[in-house]
């Protein structure tokens, strides 16, 4: 399936990328290098104030029920999104400016 993969370490109680940004995750005892993996169903689009990433609406694939989406960040990392295809309104369109964020607990430690 599908999941977006993040490298970085988990450092003083925090999962840190290399750039300094800090993500959530739930507490875990990996020392050094890891991975933190969130899967796409996950993800949820916020407002700008509240994302941990943002950027662009690349693709949209519909897929019966839910959509796809293929959002380029502003530092290049492209991430997968999925969410529900209600027919209550239409989907996101490409270019579209998004923000994306997680809970801790959607997000998985991988150490390397």
């Given at each position: 399936g599908e999941i977006n993969l993040f490298e970085g370490a988990w450092r003083d109680g925090r999962f840190m990328l290399a750039d300094g940004r800090a993500l959530p995750a739930?507490?875990?005892?990996?020392r050094g290098g890891a991975l933190l993996a969130v899967r796409p169903e996950n993800l949820r689009f916020v407002p700008a104030a509240e994302a941990i990433f943002s950027g662009r609406i690349e693709s949209v694939n519909f897929l019966g029920g839910q959509v796809l989406y293929r959002i380029v960040g502003?530092?290049?990392?492209?991430?997968?999104?999925?969410?529900p295809n209600s027919g209550d309104r239409a989907a996101?369109?490409?270019?579209?400016?998004?923000?994306?964020?997680?809970?801790?607990?959607a997000a998985v430690l991988l150490e390397k």
């Open positions: 739930m507490a875990a005892p990996a502003q530092d290049g990392r492209k991430l997968l999104a999925r969410e996101r369109a490409i270019g579209d400016a998004v923000g994306l964020a997680w809970s801790p607990a």
